[in-house]
């Protein structure tokens, strides 16, 4: 089995490392890599979209072709999952600072996300949220996005008062939240058992 990590911008590294001991915990025997280069994605099991800023990401993906290596990797049914600015690139449809920006989205999970629903860095925090099928979890939510309305066949998997912050489409995952900064591996043993 492999995972790739997407690794143009965010939380890489931590990923990588999360990854690595939910598949020790699952008792999975792969390997997960970090990768900014087309032909690494097509080749994996799985990925993951990280945070960072999502019209750099978008840029970046679509400029270095892993933009259509991840839609395909969903179309034959694989694991995506998108974290924070990773969530808004795997969107539908943006709010107006992504158009403004004319972030171009990759349109997996019909979804209309918000940037920066929360507010900007210094209103950054950690919660507790109900999370369907892994129940309480503590989420850190830095500069978050959140999920303005849900298309037929999107499934919310959890909520933070008003705002939904985590959606399943499918095999598709978005979470406005950050779970590789926490040691709690639960969301990426959910991942992985998609493979």
């Given amino acids: 089995m492999r995972v790739a990590v997407v690794g143009v911008q965010g939380d890489v590294e931590e990923h990588v490392e999360i990854t690595r001991k939910a598949m020790e915990r699952l008792g999975l025997d792969g390997e997960v890599v ?33 933009a259509e290596e991840i839609l395909e990797l969903a179309r034959d049914g694989r694991p995506v999952m998108g974290t924070c600015a990773g969530l808004i690139v795997l969107a539908k449809h943006g709010d107006e600072q992504v158009e403004k920006t004319r ?17 900007r860095q210094r209103e950054s925090f950690e919660a507790e949220l109900d999370f369907k099928g892994i129940g309480r979890y503590n989420a850190v939510f830095i500069r978050a996005p959140a999920v303005k309305w849900v298309g037929e066949g999107v499934e919310v998997l ?38």
């Fill in 34 to 66: 970090a990768t900014r280069k087309s032909g690494v994605v097509s080749g994996s099991d799985a990925v993951i979209l990280p945070g960072g800023e999502s019209t750099t990401i978008s840029k970046l993906i679509w400029r270095d072709g892993i």
């Fill in 103 to 119: 972030t171009k989205l990759l349109g997996l999970l019909d979804v209309k996300v918000k940037r920066n629903a929360f507010g």
């Fill in 158 to 195: 959890a909520r933070f008062e008003d705002k939904i912050v985590a959606v399943r489409q499918k095999n598709v995952i978005g979470l406005a939240f950050h779970p590789e900064l926490t040691e709690d591996t639960r969301i990426h043993e959910f991942f992985l058992s998609l493979i």
